[in-house]
């Protein structure tokens, strides 16, 4: 089970933290990360961690403004969003799954999602 918080309203400009705790079984080598959609676009890949080594994966429109970071013997994951902008609008959600799909913007039936929460940036 993966539990979301954080999400809100911010101004453009600003910063906002998502937070991700995975309860239950989780294969070692998963990935635990982030995939957003906004309103009349399909979903995409925002970010992912991997478990085993930490490894990163950023989307080209969030490199460098957004950082992810996990804390495993919490099961936890966030995701530091800085510099946001109007189109960074989205529900997002927290996803697990192993990073050879996640890396392919996939989740399979093996992965889970969390129940999503809103960010919302105003221009």
């Known amino acids: 089970q993966l539990v979301e918080s954080g999400g809100g309203l911010v101004q453009a400009g600003g910063s906002m933290r998502l937070s991700c705790t995975a309860s239950?079984?989780?294969?070692?080598?998963?990935?635990i990360g982030w995939f957003r959609q906004a309103p009349g676009k399909e979903r995409e890949v925002v970010s992912w961690i991997s478990r085993s080594d930490a490894s990163t994966y950023y989307s080209e429109s969030v490199e460098g403004r957004f950082t992810i970071s996990i804390d495993n013997a919490k099961n936890t994951v966030d995701l530091q969003m800085n510099s946001l902008k109007p189109e960074d609008t989205a529900v997002y959600y927290c996803?697990?799954?192993?990073?050879?799909?996640?890396?392919?913007?996939?989740?399979?039936?093996?992965?889970?999602w969390g129940q999503g929460t809103q960010v919302t940036v105003s221009s």
């Open positions: 239950g079984f989780m294969f070692d080598d998963y990935a």
């Open positions: 996803v697990t799954d192993s990073p050879k799909y996640l890396r392919q913007g996939v989740v399979t039936p093996l992965g889970q």
